[in-house]
């Protein structure tokens, strides 16, 4: 189904509907139009269904998570299948991949009937998504059936809302029958015992005059065969959007280009999201059908964990910290390594590909979460582990400063030879947060020493002409540009920077989906992508960039497969996992905005505006300690916004609380240092 989508996006590229796109001049061939199927609507997209074409989402609650395929088929109607995961509800053998999974297909909906007649199949005639789907069908000329999807926030169920409307001058008997379809699984089969599955719905009949309208609500649910669960519909419905509400208002991004601003709304919606209430506490999951009740070293320690302190939701930050929690309780005297992946709501870990470079992701994503949290006895919970990873890191180096791993987070898809970039990048920027994070002046200091040390390694080991690029290899005897040469630019080591931008914007490299993982393979994972843009955004690359991160916004949130950052292809077929989402946003807060945290109540910033914008800004944002006041959730946080004065000037301002706290010309170069009063 996928791979269809993107034979129709090689085939005739795509027109980004923006009014501000500046003068930048991009290689037509490289960055191609867009033709965007969606339009955005009020904190959404809609799209009206006029050919065959069907599409995949995904949305959360704490106990259920949905994957929606949908669409229209050559006739015109209607396609649905829901499939639902209940990360909870655990099956034999109980290891990564052992969620509760069950299909519904169209025909699991309750059976219609018009003036005593079945009801045709729905005519599917308008799509939208606000974090909530709503399929708009006619069931015959004047009469319009609804369904509106949505996870429940609490309960273990998808919600769909069945509204039948009509529009007709006469009055129209109906009919809904009940649906009642129920599975229980064999006790042997779960670790919980036995699984009630439900479809189910009440009947419905009576007539509707010229505008009036009717709802059936059907669940689709899950649970202990023992258990009892009540699902109180309009109290989830209100629930959900109120969550959305919630996300909406805090981390607002507000630019002149409306596909930035919703899809950076979109990406803060899925990576909140995906938060699992399990048996080892709340935990955030990349989800994708597959991976759920559980953490990885990369997707939560490294890209997730970082980005709720921006957010402020309090329960990304209590699964921050119970994943650091869990990685922690496998630190041991003899310094053998954490696993990759601790799954099972905790009770078991997967390590299949070794020493993934894993103690350097979790302890610069450990350091960066504290730092950006802003909270001392926070810092301390997570202290030892970042100072156990180090010392871990530490007794992986060679004589030459270079730090060994089995493999990246790729896990062996691509060679990455003994010692990769990677992992020597990500093992200099722990040392960087270390520092930062660090009391202790004497400390401090010999983690700054350490980290040089650890630089100048990297740019004596991997510096290398690579594709005809003054860049980096990847290992040693790579001979191919590898998506990751974009980690030394995102922490800011400019040693190479010429050679490696050109090569990240050059044919070998990007593709019309974003970075490939290597020249001239097919595969690309947007989280490489994702890297790539903050890195080039904080070596000051913006005006390069701008039109590839345009191009890639406006196809994930436009385009074919829609509204959030993925996954891979051809692995996954673009799953749309959450963590992808957090790095979206980050690529707007730390690659836009240019906030780098540098103490847990002080931060720089470098908010560079694109030449054609007059203003952006970045307002209520939660990290520093900044949503609360007097150790109480605060409505308000900190605003960061800047405005054109002159073509090379800008003037930017900082306000804590409403309360202006930097105020001062810029010239777009030295980064801005802000301190927060206490």
């Not at 290899?473 to 050679?499: C, H, Q, S």
Request: glycine share 8%.
């Amino acid at each position: 189904m996928i791979a269809s989508r993107l034979k129709k996006i090689m085939a005739y590229g795509f027109l980004i509907a923006f009014n501000l796109l500046g003068p930048a001049v991009v290689n037509a061939e490289i960055i191609p139009t867009l033709h965007p199927r969606w339009t955005i609507q009020q904190n959404g997209i809609q799209t009206s269904a006029t050919d065959q074409h069907t599409d995949q989402l995904e949305m959360s609650g704490r106990q259920v998570s949905t994957i929606i395929d949908y669409g229209r088929d050559v006739n015109g109607s209607l396609n649905l299948r829901r499939t639902l995961v209940w990360p909870m509800l655990r099956t034999i053998p109980d290891d990564t991949h052992a969620s509760l999974i069950r299909k519904f297909e169209l025909a699991d909906s309750p059976s219609i009937e018009i003036d005593g007649h079945v009801a045709p199949k729905e005519t599917l005639r308008k799509i939208r998504y606000d974090g909530q789907l709503t399929l708009d069908s006619e069931l015959m000329r004047g009469l319009s059936l609804t369904r509106l999807l949505s996870p429940a926030t609490d309960e273990p169920a998808l919600i769909e809302r069945l509204t039948l409307t009509n529009h007709t001058d006469t009055v129209i008997a109906y009919r809904f029958d009940a649906l009642n379809k129920t599975e229980t699984t064999p006790a042997q089969a779960g670790t919980h015992g036995s699984y009630l599955i439900r479809a189910f719905s009440r009947a419905s009949s009576g007539s509707l005059k010229s505008g009036q309208s009717m709802h059936v609500d059907v669940l689709y649910q899950a649970q202990l065969v023992n258990e009892m669960v009540y699902v109180d519909v309009n109290e989830q419905l209100a629930a959900r959007r109120q969550k959305l509400q919630s996300w909406r208002s805090r981390l607002v991004l507000d630019t002149p280009e409306p596909v930035l601003n919703q899809m950076f709304e979109f990406a803060k919606i899925r990576a909140a999201e995906s938060i699992f209430a399990t048996r080892g506490g709340l935990l955030h999951a990349p989800g994708g059908g597959r991976y759920y009740a559980a953490i990885w070293a990369n997707d939560q320690a490294e890209y997730a964990n970082p980005f709720f302190p921006y957010l402020g939701d309090a329960s990304g930050v209590e699964a921050a910290l119970n994943s650091f929690r869990l990685f922690a309780g496998y630190m041991n005297p003899t310094y053998q390594p954490i696993p990759s992946s601790i799954i099972a709501e905790g009770r078991g870990f997967w390590n299949g590909a070794g020493d993934r470079g894993d103690c350097a992701m979790i302890a610069y994503g450990a350091g960066q979460f504290a730092l950006a949290q802003g909270d001392a006895a926070l810092a301390e919970q997570v202290h030892p582990l970042i100072n156990w990873c180090l010392e871990y890191t530490r007794r992986q180096r060679d004589a030459a400063g270079i730090v060994h791993s089995d493999s990246d987070e790729l896990e062996g898809r691509f060679e990455s030879g003994k010692a990769n970039l990677s992992t020597n990048v990500l093992a200099y920027a722990s040392l960087i947060g270390a520092a930062r994070l660090s009391q202790d002046p004497q400390e401090r200091s010999a983690l700054n020493e350490e980290a040089q040390l650890q630089r100048s390694a990297i740019n004596r080991y991997f510096a290398a002409n690579v594709g005809g690029f003054d860049t980096y290899r990847y290992y040693d005897g790579n001979t191919k540009l590898r998506a990751w040469i974009a980690l030394p630019l995102v922490f800011g080591m400019e040693e190479r920077k010429a050679g490696t931008v050109a090569a990240l914007l050059s044919p070998q490299l990007w593709s019309l989906n974003g970075v490939l993982s290597e020249a001239e393979s097919n595969t690309y994972w947007d989280r490489a992508t994702l890297y790539g843009f903050r890195g080039l955004m904080k070596v000051g690359e913006l005006e390069q960039v701008m039109p590839y991160f345009r191009y890639y916004s406006g196809m994930r949130l436009t385009g074919e497969h829609v509204p959030y950052a993925i996954e891979a292809w051809p692995e996954g077929n673009q799953r749309q996992l959450s963590a992808e989402s957090a790095l979206y946003a980050r690529v707007i807060v730390e690659g836009l905005f240019g906030i780098e945290p540098v103490g847990l109540r002080s931060f720089n910033i470098a908010p560079r505006l694109p030449k054609a914008w007059p203003h952006m800004a970045l307002t209520n944002i939660r990290a520093f300690g900044a949503g609360f006041v007097d150790g109480q959730v605060s409505e308000s946080g900190l605003d960061i916004s800047t405005t054109r004065i002159k073509q090379q000037r800008q003037h930017v301002q900082v306000r804590l609380h409403g309360k202006l706290i930097v105020d001062r010309d810029w010239d777009g170069h030295a980064m801005i240092n802000v301190i927060l009063p206490e």
